[in-house]
């Protein structure tokens, strides 16, 4: 089975803070996505990378940066954490190819962040 | 970008068919319709997905209309653990790869 973790289930910090979430996937996925989830608005794409060192901006990329150093692994960065990035965040992988493709995205169990 | 349009909720009996609809009457030729669900404290899960004919696997039937403008996900024995947020999307082609747009989704409430 598909599994991909991230490292915190629940983490709090500071307004001001730099923070870092981690995803880790094992099956090799070429595509690795982060989403923001926030209630009555869906899940909304923040970044993804369809290769290792590559990342391409989704919807809501203001005030995250992403780094994809090593193929199972994609980070969240939050540079200077404000209390609207308040929220939980979900990471996916998936099998490369395009639209018209099928490859089903697995998604990691999220980070609830909350921002002081 | 296509975009899909559900019903914020939807209530069922448990037992009962649950017939969730979704309009994409914006999806290319070539995009499938995918379904997920989200179960409370987890990430989506996928169900099914579909291009233009009808499908059916151990969780769900999807039925396409024909001019793939809509589609209506089935649960065909709802069963209380299948209370949760349902979601329609399609995807849209971008260089390198392709992103998905999610919508609010349709919170399905199965009842006893």
């Known amino acids: 089975d598909v599994k991909v973790t991230q490292s915190s289930r629940y983490l709090v910090k500071r307004t001001g803070e730099k923070v870092f979430l981690e995803c880790v996937q094992d099956?090799?996925?070429?595509?690795m996505f982060w989403y923001r989830q926030d209630p009555g608005l869906g899940l909304r794409l923040i970044y993804f990378?369809?290769?290792?060192?590559?990342?391409e901006k989704g919807d809501i990329p203001e005030g995250y940066s992403v780094s994809r150093e090593k193929k199972e692994r994609f980070s969240l960065i939050l540079e200077s954490a404000s209390t609207n990035q308040t929220s939980m965040y979900l990471c996916?992988?998936?099998?490369?190819?395009?639209?018209?493709?099928?490859?089903?995205?697995?998604f990691g169990p999220g980070t609830r962040l909350t921002v002081l | 970008d296509a975009k899909t349009t559900q019903p914020t909720s939807m209530d069922c009996a448990e037992g009962r068919a649950a017939n969730l609809p979704c309009n994409h009457s914006?999806?290319?030729?070539?995009?499938?319709v995918y379904w997920y669900r989200q179960i409370h404290s987890q990430g989506p899960q996928y169900i099914i997905h579909?291009?233009?004919n009808n499908e059916t696997n151990e969780m769900a039937s999807l039925i396409i209309t024909e001019d793939r403008k809509s589609s209506t996900l089935i649960l065909p024995h709802a069963t209380l653990r299948d209370t949760a947020v349902y979601y329609c999307?399609?995807?849209?082609?971008?260089?390198?790869?392709?992103?998905?747009?999610f919508g609010a989704g349709t919170r399905l409430f199965v009842k006893a």
């Open positions: 996916a992988s998936s099998l490369a190819g395009a639209a018209s493709s099928y490859n089903e995205q697995f």
């Open positions: 099956m090799d996925h070429e595509n």
């Open positions: 990378s369809y290769d290792v060192k590559m990342k």
């Open positions: 914006t999806i290319s030729g070539n995009e499938y």
């Open positions: 579909g291009l233009k």
């Open positions: 999307i399609v995807r849209v082609a971008l260089t390198g790869g392709f992103k998905t747009i």
